[in-house]
């Protein structure tokens, strides 16, 4: 278990691309505000595998930036109270995958 007050954020200044978190086999990451790419391209966040959990109140795939994404697979869960998949006019090609019984994003 990862517990941050605070936000987590996967790739995020100009130029920071190819970044990605990855929780797995049952593991679980809670936080406040959630970034996918704030500003860089090319981040991932890959959450799989049953009980893996990432939980936070707000949640950008792409908050400014192009190319990111999210993938959710083999029963895993996000939940966060707000979601977005691209958050502004720079935000291009990003996606959300939700895959397999029992992924969820609610």
Do not use: E, H, P
């Not at 991932?44 to 936070?56: E, H, I, M, P």
């Not at 930036?65 to 939940?79: E, P, T």
């Amino acid at each position: 278990i990862w517990t941050n007050t605070g936000a987590l954020s996967i790739g995020v200044s100009n130029g920071s691309t190819g970044n990605s978190l990855m929780i797995s086999n049952g593991g679980s990451v809670y936080n406040t505000v959630g970034s996918i790419g704030r500003n860089g391209a090319l981040n991932t966040a890959r959450v799989s595998g049953t009980n893996s959990l990432w939980r936070n109140s707000i949640l950008y795939v792409g908050f400014a930036s192009r190319n990111n994404q999210l993938i959710i697979s083999n029963g895993a869960s996000v939940i966060s109270s707000t979601g977005y998949v691209g958050n502004s006019a720079a935000a291009s090609n990003n996606t959300a995958i939700v895959t397999g019984a029992g992924s969820t994003w609610s």
